[in-house]
């Protein structure tokens, strides 16, 4: 049997094969563009409209080893350049002259593959340290939120142990934990 993917070219499944492929890229609430070609922006206007009632949108890159989608996710915080084309997210040009780099990443969650966890400090402190820094989060506060987290990806119970005690998975748990106590409105999976 075969499904609606399969039965799509390599190029339509995967359109966005390189960051210099990519005209024109946009972060709204309603849209995200990925792709030169209008096809696909027809396809997701049919299919979801432009109703401004849509209030959250997991968009999902896959393919093979090597087209670009880590660089791909990497331009949209900046941790890569573009060579053309232009990227907004909640409707501010990221490449835009005079954007404030360090705002920005505030503002945009990013787990990383092989997740970056601060090594000589505990799972809390993982967690803690950006609210605490960037937002001027209280302790307090940086505290409960981050045991709120870590309870909802089931692993409060490893708040005090340090990133070298955790398995694959708790790893990733707490980088996605740590991502998300900043609240960010968008948030990247490398």
Known sequence: MQTATSRLSKDERYPVSSVDDVSAGA?????????????????????FGSSPSIRALLVVVCGPSGPGKS????????????????????????????????????????????FNLFPHMSVLRNLMLAPM???????????????????????????????GNLSGGQHQRVA???????QPPVMLFE
Not at 27 to 46: A, G, I
Not at 75 to 90: E, S
Not at 176 to 182: E, G, H, N, T, V
Request: charged content about 25%; hydrophobic content about 40%; overall charge positive.
């Open 176 to 182: 996605i934990a740590r991502a998300l106590a900043m």
């Open 133 to 163: 820094d960037v937002r001027r989060v209280s302790t307090a506060e940086a505290r409960d939120r981050a045991m709120t987290l870590l309870q909802k990806v089931g692993i409060d119970h490893k708040a005090d142990a340090f990133p």
């Open 71 to 114: 660089t791909l996710i990497r331009t949209i915080n900046r941790l890569k350049p573009i060579n053309k084309g232009r990227i907004t997210v909640n409707g501010s040009d990221v490449y835009a002259n005079g954007v404030n780099i360090n705002r920005l990443r505030s503002e945009i969650g990013f787990v990383f593959q092989h």
């Open 27 to 47: 972060f709204d609430p309603d849209c995200l563009v990925l792709s030169k070609d209008p096809r696909y922006l027809d396809r997701w206007l049919q299919t």
